[in-house]
């Protein structure tokens, strides 16, 4: 309930901000060609979960014939946009977003099921078109038909090879992070799949519970997305709204009572889940079932989509945070291209990886970032949002300035410092910070002393009591700093392909031999090899602090 509290306070006052002063997200928010400005998260939110329920999937046998079904579908309605993309496997889909959700439904309704005799048909949202003789039909206005093709490379990190000459486009670094960050960023089509196949879930529980749906969140809304993210998921209770008042009825439906707030419920809820998952819905493949992790999660390969899903459910703390990172990335047009550079360098240096260990993760690296910014003025501390908004509303003083630009002003003349110095100033941060006794707490924008001996100590942001990244050892944080340390100097060696240099893939054995003097634990030496191999802790999500009950236990095997 405290959590609960806190979280309330401190996001009515995120709301006031972002609406009352104007705040408006940057065009990147929301990438492509219809790309939307979003004053606030729930905004683009809800926006995308419309676009996903006015949208159909359309599997299409070969890319040829994705004009004569485009041509189809525009029969049933309005048609706003299309895509065609191919998926890993070479399944190929054309994806149509229509104006009403109403078009969709009349898409359906002249859609039959092709099984034959005796098999169960399963209600799905998904669709395939197929020509009678399979020839297509020849247009003669090719132009007017035109529509964005996307090759199964679309979703994935370009090779480095790609990227490189894409930086050599540009001989200025801040460009150069820019660059990396517009060519590795996740795409429009990217997004609408993601909220698709939040939207196709939901469907599905929709036929078995009132009010469930499933929501996207993590990187692939938090604007710090990169092309090939995996796709966190989340099952919201939709409670009743907010002053609706329960009124007594002589006749109720009889239901089972699922509350999915003990972590047993949730376990015995996924597993029902992965049932139907793994049953009904077509694409859908290596479902793991990951229930003794601290936060029980469902881990499966959206085929169709060509993407990894991560589901969990009630963890509403995490969608809060994904929020808070949301506006912290809209403040500043530098956290951004920042975030992507240091997140590209950690995971070339392996650093961060795709499974959950005993490393740093993604979401601890960027909060890493987000508290540098803080020092250097560029990004304000969560209480100070609370008491500039909260000043400004008891005052009544809603002038139409950014409260953002007069906090900036109040504190100098406000930091200009481009990509590429607060690059370097970050390495150079966290190479000499002192990770022994100091702990990092973005919620007040201030080092602490830290409470334990955890080698890496970030606060929680919503409760303070806990540490992010708890999970982190000696041993990796000796190499992150060895890291940092080496980054600095590529940074003040170089003079060309800096980025080039810092991103560069290099192969795990070369990273451990550190050639570097870690300042850690008082000059001890550690073995970075001893903790390689962390494969029991592979594909367990761990969630390093405790984001549903307050016992902040490391074990993720508990
Ligand atoms: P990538 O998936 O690596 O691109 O980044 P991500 O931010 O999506 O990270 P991840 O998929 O690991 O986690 C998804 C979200 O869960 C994060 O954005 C956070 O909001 C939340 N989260 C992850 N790890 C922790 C943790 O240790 N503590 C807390 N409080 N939240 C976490
Ligand atoms: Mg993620």
Redesign the pocket.
């Known amino acids: 309930p405290l959590l609960g509290t806190y979280y309330y306070k401190c996001m009515i006052n995120i709301k006031r901000l972002k609406t009352r002063y104007n705040m408006k997200a940057q065009p990147e928010a929301v990438h492509g060609k219809n790309s939307t400005l979003f004053p606030t998260f729930e905004q683009m939110i809800t926006f995308r979960q419309h676009q996903a329920k006015r949208t159909a999937l359309v599997k299409i046998e070969t890319t040829d014939i994705a004009k004569d079904a485009e041509k189809f579908c525009n029969v049933y309605g309005k048609v706003l946009n299309t895509f065609v993309y191919c998926t890993k496997t070479g399944k190929n889909f054309l994806l149509v977003e229509y104006k009403t959700q109403d078009d969709v439904e009349n898409l359906k309704r002249i859609s039959v099921h092709m099984h034959s005799t005796g098999a169960v048909n399963v209600i799905t949202p998904l669709l395939s078109y197929k020509l009678q003789h399979g020839i297509p039909v020849k247009h003669n206005n090719s132009s007017s038909t035109e529509y964005n093709k996307y090759l199964y490379t679309s979703f994935t990190v370009p090779p480095f090879t790609k990227i490189v000459q894409t930086l050599k486009q540009e001989k200025n670094v801040s460009r150069q992070m820019v660059l990396l960050y517009e060519t590795l960023k996740v795409t429009d089509l990217d997004v609408r799949l993601r909220f698709f196949t939040a939207h196709q879930i939901s469907f599905y529980l929709s036929k078995l519970f009132t009010n469930i749906s499933v929501v996207p969140?993590?990187?692939?809304v938090?604007g710090?997305?990169?092309l090939g993210?995996?796709l966190?998921l989340l099952c919201r209770i939709e409670n009743n709204k907010a002053g609706s008042k329960i009124v007594w009825k002589k006749l109720t439906f009889l239901s089972q009572r699922l509350s999915l707030i003990e972590r047993n419920e949730q376990k015995e809820f996924l597993q029902t889940i992965s049932t139907i998952i793994e049953a009904c819905i077509p694409g859908m493949s290596n479902i793991k079932k990951v229930l003794e992790a601290r936060v029980p999660i469902l881990k499966f390969f959206n085929g169709n989509t060509n993407m990894m899903c991560?589901l969990s459910c009630t963890n509403m703390?995490?969608l809060y945070?994904?929020e808070l990172?949301f506006i912290y990335a809209e403040l500043d047009s530098r956290v951004k291209p920042l975030v992507c550079t240091i997140r590209t360098w950690a995971r070339n240096r392996n650093l961060?990886k795709e499974t959950?260990g005993h490393w740093i993760?993604?979401?601890?690296l960027?909060l890493l970032i987000i508290f540098y910014l803080q020092t250097k003025n560029i990004l304000p501390s969560l209480c100070l949002i609370e008491s500039i908004t909260e000043e400004n509303i008891k005052s009544q003083i809603l002038k139409p300035f950014s409260w953002f630009k007069k906090w900036k002003k109040s504190i100098g003349k406000g930091n200009t410092e481009n990509l590429h110095e607060l690059l370097r100033g970050f390495f150079e941060y966290y190479s000499i910070f002192d990770f022994n006794t100091q702990a990092i707490c973005i919620r007040e924008g201030i080092i602490k002393a830290k409470k334990n001996n955890s080698p890496l100590y970030i606060h929680?942001i919503f409760d303070t009591t806990?540490n992010?990244s708890k999970n982190v050892t000696v041993v990796e944080l000796s190499r992150l700093i060895n890291n940092f340390q080496s980054a600095l100097q590529i940074l003040d060696s170089s003079e060309e392909d800096i980025i080039i240099k810092l991103i560069k893939l290099e192969p795990y054995a070369s990273q451990t031999e550190g050639t570097f003097k870690t300042i850690f634990l008082n000059g001890e030496s550690h073995d970075n090899k001893q903790n390689e191999n962390n494969s029991d802790m592979n594909d367990l999500k761990c969630?390093?602090?405790e984001?549903l009950t307050n016992e902040g236990n490391t074990n993720v095997h508990e």
């Not at 969140?217 to 692939?220: C, D, L, N």
């Not at 993760?361 to 601890?364: A, K, Q, R, V």
Request: aromatic share 10%; net charge negative.
């Open positions: 969140f993590g990187s692939s938090n710090f997305g990169q993210c995996d966190d991560d703390v995490a945070m994904s990172l961060t959950s993760t993604n979401f601890s960027t929680n806990l992010v969630i390093n602090d984001m």
